[in-house]
Structure formats: C-alpha cells, structure tokens
C-alpha cells in the first residue's frame, strides 16, 4: 500500500508563501495522480490541485495562478508551492493518489496545518 507523508505548512500572513510536501513510498511517477486537498471545519474535503502521470496540473479556481505543483522524482515528492495566500487558504491539507477516474484511492493521513492571518 502507498504511504503518503505530509510535511510542511505552518503559520503565514496574508499575502505570503508556504510550501507543503508530500512524500510517496513508492516513485511518484507510478502513481496515476497525485493531489492536494484541503478541509476547513464545517466543509467537506475539496480539491485543491492535482498532478497526472505525465505531469499534466490541473488547480481549483480559488488557487488557480497562486498555488504550483512540483514534482521531485528523484525524492517521490509531490510539492505545493502557495503563494499570495490569504485567510480563506487555511485549513488542514492532504496529500492522496488517485485512480483513473480521479478517486482519491490512498489512506488519508494527518495533514498539514494551515494558518493564515490577515
């Protein structure tokens, strides 16, 4: 089974950067997607971005020319660069690997915390 970690996040201002990893057990470029989701209390989990196989992005609108997927293959990582953030970016983000159709077939983990203040 794949293993996914979280790392990253923190505590950022209005207008700032963070970065969260995601660490695979596997190489990365195996996986059919992988993405980023975030939950805010009271809302289900949503999609925030995604990454295909070939490296194809697709983002939600909310982030849409303010958050960047990286991947590192050589460390089975998946990165999400967020900048320009503001308060309605808080929540807690996971990582996950999806099927085919785009379902999110991994555990979910813990997550990474995100604050930000205004």
């Known amino acids: 089974q794949v293993q996914l970690v979280e790392s990253g996040g923190g505590l950022a201002q209005a207008g700032g950067s963070l970065r969260l990893s995601c660490s695979a057990s596997?190489?990365?470029?195996?996986?059919?997607?992988m993405a980023w989701y975030r939950q805010t209390p009271g809302k289900p989990r949503e999609l925030v971005a995604r990454?295909?196989?070939?490296?194809?992005?697709n983002y939600a609108a909310s982030v849409r020319g303010r958050f960047s997927l990286f991947r590192d293959n050589a460390r089975n990582t998946l990165l999400l660069q967020m900048n320009s953030l503001t308060p309605e970016d808080t929540g807690l983000y996971y990582c996950?690997?999806?099927?085919?159709?785009?379902?999110?077939?991994?555990?979910w983990g813990q997550g990474s915390q995100v604050t930000v203040s205004s």
């Open positions: 990454m295909s196989a070939n490296g194809v992005t």
């Open positions: 996950n690997h999806l099927d085919i159709v785009g379902v999110a077939i991994g555990s």
């Open positions: 596997v190489s990365v470029r195996s996986l059919n997607a």
